[in-house]
C-alpha cells in the first residue's frame, strides 16, 4: 500500500503564502495523479488542485488560480502546493491524494484514492 507523507502546515499570517508539500512512498499506477483537499471545521472535504506525471492539472474552477500553485516533481514523486495571499478562512486541515487519473482524484470519493494524514494550516487574522 502506498503512503503520502504531508510537510509544510503550521500557523501563518493572513496575507502570506504556505507551501505544502506531500511525498508518495513508492511510485506506482495508484500516484500517476496526485492533488490537495481541504476540510474546515463543520465543512464538507473540498477539492483545491490535482496535477498528473504528465504535466496536466485540474481545478475546480478558474477562481482558484490566483492563489493556487501547483507543482511537481516526478522523480521523487512529490507534488508541492502553494496557496497565496492567505485568508483567515483557508485555515482547515489539507489533505494530500493520489490516484490513478486526475478524474480519480477530483472525485474525493473514489476507493482507488489513497490519503495521507492531513495537516493543519491555520490562518491568523
Known amino acids: 500500500q502506498v503512503q503520502l507523507v504531508e510537510s509544510g502546515g503550521g500557523l501563518v499570517q493572513a496575507g502570506g503564502s504556505l507551501k505544502l508539500s506531500c511525498t508518495a512512498s513508492?511510485?506506482?499506477?495508484?500516484?500517476?495523479?496526485m492533488g490537495w483537499f481541504r476540510q474546515a471545521p463543520g465543512k464538507e472535504r473540498e477539492f483545491l488542485v490535482a496535477k498528473n506525471r504528465s504535466g496536466g492539472t485540474t481545478f475546480p474552477s478558474d477562481s482558484v488560480k490566483d492563489r493556487f500553485t501547483i507543482s511537481r516533481d516526478n522523480d521523487k514523486d512529490t507534488i508541492y502546493f502553494q496557496i497565496n495571499s492567505l485568508k483567515p478562512e483557508d485555515t482547515a486541515v489539507y489533505y494530500c491524494a493520489a490516484g490513478p487519473t486526475l478524474g480519480t482524484v477530483k472525485s474525493g470519493w473514489s476507493h482507488e484514492i489513497v490519503w495521507g494524514q492531513g495537516t493543519q494550516v491555520t490562518v491568523s487574522s
Open positions: 513508492r511510485r506506482t499506477s495508484s500516484t500517476y495523479a
